[in-house]
């Protein structure tokens, strides 16, 4: 079997869900970074235009939580899928609640005053990692982007973020886990997709410091919540290291 090979964005949240669960299962795989024209190339390889993409086994798959179906069943072990199927079913719920209603809002919400308040600072965000060129193809397109962020989009996306931390807080059971008595797919995707506010120091790919104000102000607002700091704990204790190999 060929190395898994992934294909991101270092610096988004769906993407990090997707590493963590690889470097959770310990499954070596190549990591290439697309940069702002990826998506002739993404389209071609899963009917989408979307990242990440996972090639497994010469096929392109698109959708952090299809990607993830398919390491479960290849690697089933450690578990990110309860195997008790009532708690199996709350996790994948919780999954895609997190994945809908947050992954989505957050990104408005940060991206939206970023675009309209610093040019600079998005290009220097969402380029990370990347070779200077996609800086310049970034410069040049990102102020269309600004027609997708609306007044109205990036107050919704606050609100569903303040939303989702309740959630979480609603949501954990005794163990301090989501579903069931261990950490799951639930645990993972509610803390990978609060990564970009949270920045715990396990992240692998970091906004460059000074932090934009955006973040600064939502991290002083959020920043006591249980939750915010329930999301730094999941990373302490499971996210673990990179099982990227060379290419
Ligand atoms: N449901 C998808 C969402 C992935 C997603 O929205 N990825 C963003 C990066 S954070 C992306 O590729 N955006 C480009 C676009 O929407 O054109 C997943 O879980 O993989």
């Known amino acids: 079997m060929a190395t ?8 988004s949240h ?12 310990r ?8 940069g702002p024209d990826y998506l002739p190339r993404v389209w071609w390889a899963t009917g989408r235009g979307t990242l990440p993409v ?3 086994d010469a096929k392109a798959i698109g959708d952090s939580t299809r990607i993830i179906e398919a390491l479960e069943r290849r690697w089933p072990e450690p578990p990110l899928y309860p195997r008790d199927e009532s708690v199996r079913r709350r996790a994948l719920a919780l ?10 809002p957050l990104r408005a919400a940060i991206i939206g005053p970023l675009l309209a308040q610093d040019p600079d600072g998005v290009v220097a965000v969402l380029t990370l990692g990347m070779p200077a060129r996609a800086r310049r193809t970034a410069r040049a397109i990102f102020p269309a982007f600004r027609a997708f962020y609306h007044a109205a989009t990036i107050q919704a996306g606050r ?45 692998q790919y970091r906004v460059p410091e000074p932090l934009p104000s955006v973040l600064v102000g939502y991290r002083s607002a959020l920043g006591g919540h249980p939750a915010y700091r329930w999301v730094r704990d ?7 290291t990179s099982a990227e190999v060379a290419a």
């Open 27 to 34: 499954i070596p795989h190549v990591r290439r970074t697309l």
């Open 159 to 203: 609100e569903k973020m303040a939303a989702a931390l309740d959630r979480i807080a609603a949501e954990l059971q005794p163990s301090g886990y989501l579903a069931g008595d261990t950490f799951s797919v639930a645990d993972l995707t509610a803390a990978a997709l609060f990564a970009p506010l949270v920045i715990p120091p396990e992240l």
């Open 14 to 25: 769906f993407n990090e869900k997707v590493r963590w669960a690889l470097d959770w299962k």
């Open 95 to 104: 999954e895609d609640f997190f994945d809908e209603e947050l992954g989505h």
């Open 54 to 56: 996972l090639w497994l």
């Open 234 to 240: 999941m990373y302490r204790r499971h996210r673990g």
């Open 4 to 11: 898994p090979l992934l294909w991101h964005f270092p610096i």
